[in-house]
């Protein structure tokens, strides 16, 4: 078995687990629900990232977005489209 895993929840990766156990560790309670309100905060603003960059491959749908796009958004892009990072456009 890796290690931080935990056989109850097998779905989760380790180091989610690691994470979690460490704001727990050094936080408490408190530390663990403003992780919670950070997290849940994070998935929408993934999942909006996720449907926006779903709508751009809808060519009846033109996507135009209302906010300039965040790291979330290019996260999300290449997670959807399963594609590496350019290095040329790391450099500039």
Do not use: N
């Not at 663990?32 to 751009?56: F, G, K, M, N, Y």
């Amino acid at each position: 078995m890796m290690q931080g895993s935990d056989p109850a929840r097998p779905e989760v990766d380790p180091m989610v687990l690691e994470a979690v156990k460490s704001v727990r560790d050094r936080f408490g309670a408190a530390g663990l629900r403003h992780l919670v309100t950070l997290a849940q905060d994070e998935l929408t603003r993934v999942e909006q990232a996720e449907a926006h960059l779903a709508a751009i491959d809808e060519p009846a749908q033109p996507a135009s977005p209302a906010e300039p796009l965040d790291a979330a958004d290019t996260q999300a892009w290449l997670a959807y489209t399963e594609q590496a990072p350019d290095e040329d456009a790391e450099r500039s």
